[in-house]
């Protein structure tokens, strides 16, 4: 089980090729340098291209599925970030996964407001295209259209209600994620090490700053030029991949929800910027990006609960251990596949979990810009169907 993108697709394409990192691009420094954006872009293979603002707490969940609230004294905001603090054997306080989830959050969220202190918020800046590259970057942005409309119709559909802009910005960080997520969930997946996830990261750094390695690493390069999108989310997806590597088991929700965010909550933050919030929205800022965390938790945690059996055939539990021991459970149960009492009352549970953070998801939709709507409602579409056919599995 890898990256769970914002929309739910398939990964049967390969893209392991995007791991042939040889070196980057260099010359011109920047991403708009003639000879950086031409060699970029040229890349082929086999000749296809390549008011005032609600109040705000943070809030997690317990085990019993209930609220418990840090910074104000109303149990619940309007869009609660699911955070918490928790006790260490030696009886000390440790932050959680949630709470480090959430600093990225208020991160991602300060972006935004300084965007908008200095009157540019989420709207796309200047660009000065070098005269001869201009259609080799709408060419880039049509390929990675071409991969979201096969492997994403919904959702691709979806984007097509957007502004040209944001459409293709959306397409180039999808195809990003995308990319990411063959490298550990692909064909060659057996083949990826942790260096060649070190050089992806290093690739990503590169096109970051203006240096893009092919066509499609040149449409990403030119979004986050573009769109106040930081790099942070993009380094958590990677980490996600590393965990995949190396770990297979997670002991609790708070294990599990980190993993969760790295390979899913991160897409909800990388693309908020990009889609944009409503002129006329009341909400704060930090609320909107929490409920596109929000979206990309419920989305994982559906793919988990839809492929247990898959993964447990890769030897993969990706279920909280202890949760599993209070339900009476054991790994050999996982394996065997066996449909009990016991099971189907742990699976109820984990349903209830799972559409908590939907809910929350959904909330934050009509707080996007109105034409970046419509791939997100898609989206929460598709997981609200999957819910369903959970709690009728479940009976």
């Known amino acids: 089980m890898s990256a769970t993108l914002l929309w739910v697709v398939t990964t049967n394409t390969d893209f392991s090729n995007c791991i042939g990192f040889v070196g980057s691009i260099r010359e011109g420094g920047r991403f708009h340098d003639s000879r950086s954006i031409t060699r970029a872009l040229g890349l082929r293979a086999g000749g296809r291209l390549k008011g005032k603002k609600s109040k705000w707490n943070s809030c997690s969940l317990n085990s019993d599925f209930k609220y418990s609230c840090l910074g104000g004294s109303e149990s619940t905001g309007n869009f609660p970030v699911l955070s918490s603090l928790i006790a260490n054997?030696?009886?000390?306080?440790?932050?959680?996964?949630?709470?480090?989830?959430?600093?990225?959050?208020?991160?991602?969220?300060?972006?935004?407001?300084?965007?908008?202190?200095?009157?540019?918020?989420?709207?796309?800046?200047?660009?000065?295209?070098?005269?001869g590259t201009l259609s080799l970057l709408n060419e880039a942005y049509d390929r990675c259209g071409e991969v979201c409309a096969e492997?994403?119709?919904?959702?691709?559909?979806?984007?097509?209600?957007?502004?040209?802009?944001?459409?293709?910005?959306?397409?180039?960080?999808?195809?990003?994620?995308?990319?990411?997520?063959?490298?550990?969930?692909?064909?060659?997946?057996?083949?990826?090490?942790?260096?060649?996830?070190?050089?992806?990261?290093?690739?990503?750094?590169?096109?970051?700053?203006?240096?893009?390695?092919?066509?499609?690493?040149a449409a990403l390069s030119d979004t986050v030029a573009k769109f106040p999108v930081d790099i942070q989310p993009f380094k958590d997806m990677i980490e996600g991949m590393r965990m995949d590597l190396k770990k297979s088991r997670y002991e609790n929700f708070d294990e599990l929800y980190l993993y969760c965010y790295y390979v899913a909550g991160t897409v909800g933050l990388m693309s908020v910027p990009v889609m944009g919030i409503a002129p006329e929205s009341q909400a704060t800022t930090e609320s909107v990006y929490n409920a596109a965390l929000a979206l990309g938790i419920a989305n994982q945690l559906t793919n988990i609960l839809r492929d247990v059996g898959e993964d447990s055939r890769r030897g993969r539990i990706y279920l909280p251990q202890d949760e599993l021991a209070q339900a009476g459970l054991s790994e050999e149960d996982i394996f065997a596949g066996r449909v009990t009492d016991k099971w189907r009352n742990f699976m109820k549970k984990q349903i209830k979990r799972a559409r908590m953070f939907f809910d929350e998801a959904e909330k934050g939709v009509t707080e996007l810009s109105s034409a970046s709507r419509w791939p997100v409602r898609a989206n929460v579409l598709k997981i609200s169907k999957s819910y369903n056919f959970f709690e009728i599995q479940s009976q």
């Open 89 to 131: 054997p030696a009886g000390e306080i440790a932050v959680s996964s949630e709470q480090k989830v959430y600093d990225v959050v208020l991160k991602q969220a300060a972006l935004v407001n300084e965007q908008l202190r200095s009157k540019q918020a989420l709207d796309v800046k200047p660009d000065m295209v070098v005269p």
């Open 151 to 217: 492997y994403a119709k919904t959702f691709y559909l979806g984007t097509l209600l957007m502004t040209p802009e944001r459409r293709k910005a959306i397409w180039a960080i999808y195809v990003w994620c995308r990319r990411t997520d063959e490298l550990v969930d692909g064909p060659n997946a057996s083949h990826i090490t942790p260096t060649a996830l070190d050089r992806w990261e290093s690739r990503l750094e590169d096109l970051f700053a203006g240096r893009p390695f092919d066509m499609m690493d």
